[in-house]
């Protein structure tokens, strides 16, 4: 399970047309063994996304998320990437929300979350005006330690 705090900013255009969402932050990776009392391969990580989307809308806003996602193995240490399919969506005036989940994956196409896919979503409170809804490509690039690092 991987479990990290950013900081990012969306701007969504008029109806039928494109926006874009990029974050920044760190996150620390945690195995599931770690339900046991056994943390080795723990790892941490920063990470950086940008999502191009399209949908209904017009929105701004910035502030804070906290994101949530699994793996079917340990992060791969130094530097990795990944695209995947997402839904989003935030409302407000002055102060508002946002979300963003995976919903499959570029290789199984929407709705996939076979074993090995993986799953991710997060959302927190933005400084935001105005509501939209989109679907669009999440582009993720990942630093993380190598998983032996800890060696509890």
Known sequence: MNVDLS???TLFGLFFVAGESTSAGVGVSIPTSAFSGDFRGTQVYLTGSATGMGGLGLFAGAGPSLGYS????ALHGGFSGSAVPV??????YGAGGEFQGQIGTLKGGLGD???GAGFGGGGGPRGAVGGYV???VKGTVTIATPSSWTGC
């Open 7 to 9: 900081f990012g900013e």
């Open 70 to 73: 699994t793996s079917p193995s």
């Open 87 to 92: 839904l989003a969506g935030g409302a407000g």
């Open 113 to 115: 979350m076979s074993e």
């Open 134 to 136: 989109g679907v669009g």
